[in-house]
């Protein structure tokens, strides 16, 4: 079964950092688009960050640009999400999702949806 595993979400102060990362079971993801999303309670599923195949283009939503940064190691099948500078607004559960980052923030073509992590910035 194909399918995406996110690690790494907890609690943290505002102003503090966490490392998702985003590991596939069952595939690689040398060829794919690799998107981050996240969802607050009440609210829709957001694009946060995608990045290419090749890990050459990336791309951030206005709220996380300069905070967070998105990354791919291909040799350990895995993608990675740095965040800094947490805000509150950051609390939310976030997933991974394989699709074409031209697509991104857009959700239609992405799929292997993992669990999701939790993340909560909170004092």
Known sequence: QLQLVESGGGLVQPGGSLRLSCAASGFTLDYSGIGWFRQAPGKEREGVSCISSSGGSTNYADSVKGRFTISRDNA???????????????????????????????????????????????S
């Open 76 to 122: 350990k099948n895995t993608v990675y999400l740095q965040m800094n500078s947490l805000k509150p607004e950051d609390t939310a559960v976030y997933y991974c999702a394989v699709g074409p980052c031209s697509d991104w923030p857009y959700r239609f073509n992405f799929g292997s949806w993992g669990q999701g992590t939790q993340v909560t910035v909170s």
